[in-house]
Structures are given as structure tokens and as C-alpha cells.
């Protein structure tokens, strides 16, 4: 049997490399296959950190008898759900219309068309309960393949049309946001923090709306800040965060936070440092940025994804069982798999929580580790296609391991959270080459969206998922903000970034289109829409901009430390913008184009300070105390 998956671009195919099952990667070629031998097609869906998915392979996938049966009756694809992004979104909307309990593995079986006709999760090797055995179910849907084929296909074409309908529809603006913050406040567990019952998640996104709205000046919501206050204190203190490594975990399955999913994954970790760093909560995100630096670096410099759940104990793998212990026995006991996956859309998030940390509290380290993780980006994700000027460039790589690049699309999620980390580095440093890097990325992504058929202002250079394209599956991806921001929240935040930074309406007016896409739903369900929420309030709030100004290198960017640098950083992300670089640095951004930095000088070689709204600023400031009342009255 050929072995597919042994030098794939993903540890979690690589673990699945010794299995009898005849394992195909995703590719026009499996389903090739399957035509040929006129067979349907079982799309088994998981990722590295999976605890269901490590034991559905070890009951079913690794008994020689089921896997007989699997090889003779079907093509069974495996595929990694990070890696393939676009192909896990596309089969949980077709899963939806067969199981309400979406998860992980999700198992999709279609046909060689690539229409899904029946899809469900974990499935035991034996029959519990209402549960059918996984054997049962696979001969149930031989049976029906060769013996109601009509109805199969029948099936599998109205999901797809069901599928090619689901489009964003376009509405107005959130602008009450009095009401979403009232019904966030009704989701709140009162007693135990955290928003609804069983199973409980950081929900990240929402968190930082809350920040954003319990930090501006003129619009200060004391009920939004004391909603993100006390859901933040409760997970710190909670089991939810590992008190040994300072990380977060997945999420709890229990309402008190108690008994937690033990996977460890970049995405929250990177979103909760930035939320406990703009909460000021120094000590729970200098825990979090050492479980980044210490547990998930790699010496690239880039990040890997995630730590899985399990460890090895006795020869047995067992979830949970690292985490009970202390420092010191952790230390002589074999560590869970650490999946070293490194995801662009992943590190773009850990590049920009690491550089807003890092300026916000004065931390160089961690703006040096945002550094090492942007630079290997654009150097072996990006590469140098993408230089100034540039927009297309080549294409964007979703996922590498050990140099090995997957042919898996990037996804607007990918290009997005990596422009908007960039952009937040370009701030921290003061260095124009980071928020160039983010202008190709966006201006790519605007020429993509301008050269398609989408509804939304941006597309992918590279286009979308090429399988899924060619059998009309390729659906506008989820819009959103659910564990982490959406390619489109993504996207259009570092867009209208780069409008505070350039003053290019163009950006402006792609962020607000794009939202307009997402207001009704975000409107009717703000817990799953937070970084849209984040944009809206932002958009429909006048633009504040700080810039400061000093002579000498040592005053600017990240190692500055003037009292006008400080208060341009506390402004930074809670209601405006806020930079702080020196003469050289605003010269140079000016020079490419960013308007925010046009005839900014320190005066008489003094720190100076110039308060913008919408680009037209006060006269500049050298003195500390006027500029902090001016902040407090506007």
C-alpha cells in the first residue's frame, strides 16, 4: 500500500502515515480515484491537538479488519483542518444538514463529484447507546450507494445548492451598541463569569469589543468594562489557565470552568495576551507571552500551532494527565506533542498580540520575539514577490513544516491577521518596511476582490481552494468571529488600519462595505461576531491619532520611554491610534506615503506631539500635562 501522508506538510496526516487505511491527501486526484472505481468518498476531518480524533484512530482506523473494508468500499481522504481551512468550513456547513453536533473528526462522506450525501463526528468501533459502531455506519452508506444511488446524488446536489446560497447579505452599520453590550451582559454567567453554560469558551473576540468600548473617552461604557473585567479575572483564576507554563487551554467543559480541553492552541493564546495586556493586567500576560516564548517557539522564529491534549504515560496516551502535575514533575515525564505546523493567519495574530504587548508595557522581548516571527513570514510564506510596489507578488503560503511548503490556499484569514500583525509591528518599531509588507498584503487582497465575483471588496490572489473550485463547492468562507477573528473582520480591521496610518479612503470605504456584509447578523448575535463589532465601533466613532516625535533613535519606536511616548501608546487601541517613532522613522513613512507621518518634526529636538482627528491636528505639544488633558476632554 502506498504511503501518502509521510512527508505531508501536516504532523496530524504524518500521524495518521502507518495506518491501513490507504490514506489519499486532499487532491483532484483522490476523487479521480474514486470515479474511477465508482466509489463514494469518506472525508475524514481532524487536526494535531484533536483528543477525539487521536482516539477514533486508534479504535477504527488502526484495526486492519475495518480498514479492509474502508480501502475495498470507498477512497478515504484525511486532512487537516488547519491546513485546509476553506475544505473544513465548506464540509461543516454540508454537515450541518445531517448532525446538529458539529465537531471533530467530522467524517463527511460524498461522492466523487465532491457532493456530501451523510457526515456525522466520532463514531465508536462498537455500538453505544444510540450510537451506531463506525463499521455500521460504513456499511450503511455502501448500502445506500449501491442500492439508492439516485436518492444519494439527489441529496448531495441540493446541499450544494443550499451551500452555493448562503451569502453574506448586505445591511447597515451596528451603531447602538448600547444593545449589544446589554446582550452580552444576559449571556453573562453571573456566578461562575463568562458568557452561557457548558461548554465555555474565551470567546476572545468579544472580549476585546468590550475592552475597545470600556476604554474610549467620549462614548466609556462602564458596563462593557466591567463585563470584560470580571469574565478576564475569572478565567485567570480559573482552571481554564495553566498556572505552571501561564498558557490558556481550548476550552472548559464544565460552566465553572472546571475540567478543561486540554489542547493548548496559538490563536487564543495570542488573542488573550493581547486582551490581558490592554486590560493591564500585566501579571496574567507576561505568564501567557512566556508559554508563547517557551512552549511554542520555534527557532525559525516563527510559531508553532498548538500542544496537544494528550500525554504519553506508561505507554498509554492519556489527555489531561501533564497538566495535573507540578513544574517539577513535569520535568521528568514525557511532554504532549507540540503540532509544529506554523500557520501565517495563526502567527499574524501572535506577531500583532506580542507587538501591542510589548509597546504597551514596555517590553522589548516581546516585541523582538513579534519581530523574529514577521521576519520568517516574509521570507519563506510570503517571499520576496511581495516587495513594495507589488501588490500580487507570489503567492501566499497558508502552512510550512520543516521548509516543507503545503499547496494548501491561503486563506483571507491568512493574509489578514498576518497584514494586521505587520501593521501593529510597523507601530511598536516604528519600522516602514513592516507596514509596506501589510500594504501589498491588502492591496492584493482589493485587486483579488475587485477581479471577482464576490460580495465582499476583498479576495485572494491565489484564488480559493482549487478542488473545491472545480466541483462548484468553493462557498464564501464564514464570516464569523468565533474562536478568532474571520477572514473578512481580519481583513478589514487591517484596512482600516492602514486608512489611519495613510489616510487612502480606499481602505476606509472596504472596511465599512465589509461590514455592512456582517451588521444584521452581528446585531441579532454579538457573541459570535466581536472583531466585526470592534470595526464597527471604530468606524462610527470619530479617528483619533497620536503621533510623537523625537530626534534622537532611542526616543522612537519600541525602546522609546519619553512620557509623550507612554501616553501615545495608552491611547493605542482604546479609542485611536497611537505612535510614537523618531524623526528618521517619520521621515521614511512619510516618504512611502503614509500620510499621518507627513511634516511631523520634533520640535527644537524635544519630544513632540501631534493629537489628530480624521488627519487634521492640533498644534503639536512638548509638554506631558496638556497633552494628557487634552486626551481626557476629547
Same mark, same amino acid.
Given at each position: ?182 446582550? $452580552? ?153 507540540? %503540532? ?147 477572514? $473578512? ?97 517619520? %521621515? ?47
Amino acid at each position: 500500500m502506498p504511503n501518502r501522508l509521510e512527508t505531508a506538510a501536516s504532523p496530524y496526516l504524518r500521524s495518521h502515515a502507518t495506518n491501513p487505511v490507504n490514506w489519499w491527501e486532499w487532491s483532484a486526484e483522490a476523487f479521480a480515484e474514486a470515479e474511477r472505481r465508482d466509489v463514494p468518498v469518506l472525508v475524514s476531518i481532524g487536526y494535531s491537538t484533536c483528543h477525539w480524533c487521536h482516539v477514533m484512530a486508534r479504535e477504527s482506523f488502526s484495526d486492519p479488519v475495518l480498514a479492509a473494508y474502508l480501502n475495498e468500499n470507498f477512497v478515504a481522504i484525511k486532512v487537516d483542518r488547519e491546513e485546509h481551512a476553506e475544505v473544513d468550513s465548506t464540509y461543516l456547513a454540508a454537515a450541518s444538514a445531517f448532525t446538529p453536533n458539529l465537531g471533530w473528526p467530522l467524517n463527511v462522506f460524498v461522492t466523487p463529484a465532491g457532493r456530501a450525501f451523510f457526515a456525522g463526528t466520532y463514531w465508536p468501533p462498537t455500538a453505544v447507546g444510540q450510537h451506531p459502531a463506525f463499521r455500521q455506519v460504513l456499511e450503511s452508506v455502501t448500502d445506500a450507494w449501491l442500492t439508492r444511488r439516485e436518492q444519494v446524488e439527489t441529496s448531495g446536489s441540493a446541499i450544494a445548492e443550499a451551500l452555493a446560497r448562503s451569502r453574506a447579505v448586505e445591511s447597515e452599520l451596528v451603531t447602538d451598541f448600547a444593545d449589544v453590550i446589554d446582550a $452580552l451582559a444576559a449571556a453573562e454567567d453571573l456566578e461562575h463569569g463568562g458568557f452561557g453554560d457548558a461548554p465555555k469558551f474565551p470567546v476572545t473576540p468579544v472580549l476585546r469589543f468590550l475592552l475597545d468600548r470600556g476604554a474610549r473617552t467620549a462614548e466609556h461604557s462602564p458596563e462593557a468594562a466591567g463585563l470584560a473585567d470580571r469574565t478576564l479575572k475569572a478565567m485567570a483564576a480559573s482552571a481554564l489557565r495553566d498556572p505552571v507554563d501561564g498558557g490558556f487551554f481550548r476550552y472548559s467543559t464544565q460552566a465553572d470552568w472546571t475540567d478543561p480541553h486540554y489542547e493548548r492552541m496559538l490563536y487564543d493564546n495570542a488573542q488573550l495576551l493581547a486582551a490581558y495586556a490592554l486590560a493591564d493586567s500585566a501579571e496574567i500576560a507576561t505568564g501567557v507571552a512566556d508559554f508563547l516564548r517557551d512552549k511554542l517557539l520555534l527557532p525559525s522564529g516563527a510559531f508553532a500551532s498548538g500542544l496537544d491534549s494528550e500525554s504519553t504515560v506508561d505507554g498509554k496516551r492519556v489527555e489531561g494527565f501533564y497538566y495535573s502535575l507540578d513544574a517539577a514533575s513535569r520535568a521528568r515525564v514525557e511532554a504532549p506533542p507540540r %503540532d509544529d505546523k506554523i500557520l501565517t493567519g495563526w502567527n499574524g495574530l501572535a506577531i500583532e498580540a506580542l507587538a501591542l504587548a510589548g509597546a504597551r508595557h514596555g517590553n522589548p522581548e516581546w516585541i523582538a520575539l513579534a519581530r523574529g516571527a514577521a521576519d520568517f513570514l516574509l521570507a519563506e510564506h510570503v517571499g520576496a514577490g511581495n516587495s513594495a510596489g507589488d501588490p500580487a507578488g507570489e503567492r501566499l503560503v497558508r502552512t510550512s513544516i520543516d521548509g516543507i511548503l503545503s499547496d494548501a490556499a491561503a486563506t483571507l484569514e491568512d493574509s489578514g491577521m498576518l497584514a494586521q500583525g505587520l501593521l501593529e509591528l510597523s507601530i511598536a518599531t516604528g519600522e516602514v518596511r513592516y507596514a509596506l509588507a501589510a500594504r501589498n498584503l491588502i492591496d492584493g487582497a482589493l485587486a483579488a476582490g475587485a477581479a471577482g465575483s464576490a460580495s465582499s471588496p476583498f479576495g485572494l490572489p491565489g484564488g480559493t481552494d482549487s478542488v473545491l473550485a472545480a466541483q462548484g463547492l468553493s462557498t464564501e468562507a464564514d464570516i464569523s468571529d468565533g474562536a478568532h477573528p474571520s477572514g $473578512l473582520s481580519a481583513m478589514a480591521a487591517a484596512a482600516h488600519t492602514l486608512f489611519a496610518l495613510t489616510g487612502d479612503a480606499q481602505y476606509r470605504d472596504a472596511a465599512e462595505t465589509s461590514m455592512k456584509l456582517v451588521g444584521q447578523l452581528a446585531a441579532q448575535q454579538p457573541i459570535s461576531f466581536g472583531t466585526a463589532l470592534t470595526l464597527m465601533s471604530e468606524l462610527g466613532a470619530p479617528l483619533r491619532q497620536l503621533v510623537v516625535v523625537t530626534a534622537d533613535e532611542a526616543g522612537g519606536g519600541a525602546a522609546g520611554g519619553h512620557e509623550l511616548t507612554s501616553l501615545a501608546r495608552k491611547l493605542h487601541r482604546a479609542g485611536g491610534i497611537g505612535v510614537a517613532v523618531s524623526q528618521a522613522q517619520a %521621515d521614511a513613512f512619510a516618504a512611502s506615503g503614509f500620510e499621518l507621518f507627513a511634516a511631523r518634526a520634533a520640535t527644537d529636538g524635544a519630544p513632540t506631539a501631534y493629537l489628530c482627528e480624521e488627519f487634521v491636528c492640533r498644534l503639536p505639544l512638548t509638554d506631558a500635562a496638556a497633552l494628557t488633558a487634552l486626551l481626557a476632554s476629547a
